[in-house]
């Protein structure tokens, strides 16, 4: 037997008995290392003739190779073995309270959303999505927007080419289009989810929340819509009587169009909804355009219906008494902490919304 195979022994007996990784990596360096055995016996390849040289490095090669299978399986076992060591060691006492405890809240448009959509689908609603980034189409060719509409400005719309095509949607009405292009009637949806426009101040953000809402079938009138937006109000706010009033106005996408006030008067610095002789506007509403039931493939002499778009966030400052509307997108964790909700207590029909 060579001296190097006698010491190839040596260092099988070694392993066999190592207890833990750094000893293992000595032995490691020792034998694969720069000056390791390996090595050193490549070495005096250089004063062998070509032939012995052959028989010579297939030798040390089968030696490396199993040395090196050798210390794999003894690293895996020592892996092994730390790895179920350490975990009969910890032990977690999940009964134990928690010391630096701080319970997330949810943020005020979130609970809104929740809020509206726990009204809607007493009354059947479901709730529809669509992409923040849009196409031109949706958000307005399709909506009956003339080309010259002002809202296609791009100080009001923020453009993601220079074609002008491809949008972040300025509100959420192309989920109309999207959802009547996909489906057949009736449709009974709402959809809530965020807007854009190039707009900043104390009461607009260039990020902001709306919620469509659209219910197409046939012989539907404005009676069903105003009946709707009444129940809806008088639920969202908490209280048993509203006073509303539809005033006429104008959009492209509904014909006859309105807005929705409601009123309010101011006590002892708080903000009364439902009752007094001031009025504040809420949503924007109508029946849908027969030219919009026609972009979404269907007939105007068969189906009908209404569409209405609120403002979240203006809800959300309302009902909660804030008045900054900035603030709602600043992520201040004090600010969430004081007007935020506790994610237990989810709004149900039921049991109730805000309390
Ligand atoms: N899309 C309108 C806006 O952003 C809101 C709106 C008004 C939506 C009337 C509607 C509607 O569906 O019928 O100002």
């Known amino acids: 037997m060579s001296e190097f195979e006698k010491k190839i022994l040596e260092f099988k007996e070694k392993i066999k008995v190592v207890k833990n990784l750094p000893e293992l990596n000595k032995i490691n360096s020792e034998i694969f290392g720069k000056n390791g055995i390996i090595n050193l016996e490549f070495k005096k390849l250089g004063s062998l003739s070509p032939d012995e040289r052959k028989n010579f490095a297939a030798s040390i090669n089968s030696s490396k190779k199993e040395l090196t299978e050798f210390f794999s399986k003894k690293s895996t076992e020592i892996l092994d073995k730390e790895i179920i060591e350490k975990v009969n060691k910890e032990k977690i006492d999940i009964t134990l309270p928690e010391k ?6 949810v943020h005020p448009v ?10 809607f689908s007493e009354i059947g609603f479901s709730v529809e999505e669509g992409p923040d980034v849009e196409n031109e189409y949706n ?13 296609k400005d791009m100080h ?3 453009y993601l080419d220079q074609d002008m095509k491809t949008l972040l949607r300025t509100h959420t009405s192309p989920v109309q289009v999207r959802t009547m292009l996909k489906g057949s009637p009736p449709f009974k949806i709402i959809a809530p989810g965020r807007t854009y426009r190039s707009d900043s101040d104390q009461t607009h953000t260039p990020m902001f929340h709306q919620l469509e809402g659209l219910h197409i079938d046939k012989d539907i009138n404005m009676g069903h819509l105003k009946g709707c937006l009444n129940y809806f109000i008088k639920e969202f706010f908490e209280v048993e009587k509203i006073k509303m009033r ?3 106005s104008h959009f492209p ?12 008067r101011i006590e002892n610095n708080k903000i009364i909804i439902g009752e007094g002789d001031k009025w504040l ?9 027969p030219n919009v039931l026609k972009n979404c493939k269907l007939d105007p002499n068969k189906f009908q219906g209404f569409a209405f778009g609120i403002g979240i966030d203006r809800l ?12 709602f997108f600043e992520c201040d964790y004090r600010w969430l902490n004081h007007y935020g909700f506790d994610p237990l207590d989810v709004p149900t029909n039921y049991r109730g919304l805000s309390r």
């Not at 630096?100 to 809240?105: E, L, M, N, Q, V």
């Not at 979130?110 to 009204?119: K, P």
């Not at 958000?139 to 809202?151: Q, R, V």
């Not at 996408?253 to 309010?264: C, K, L, N, Q, R």
Request: with cysteine; aromatic share 10%; glycine share 8%.
């Open 281 to 289: 506007e809420i949503l924007g509403c109508g029946m849908v355009h």
């Open 110 to 119: 979130s609970q809104v959303i929740d809020e509206i959509s726990c009204i």
């Open 246 to 248: 539809f005033r006429p």
């Open 100 to 105: 630096d405890f701080k319970i997330g809240k």
């Open 253 to 264: 996408f509904t014909e006859p169009s309105a807005e929705v006030d409601i009123g309010y």
């Open 316 to 327: 959300a400052m309302l009902k909660y008494g804030i008045n900054d509307l900035r603030s």
């Open 156 to 158: 009001d719309t923020f």
């Open 139 to 151: 958000n307005f060719t399709a909506l009956n927007t003339p080309e010259n509409h002002p809202a």
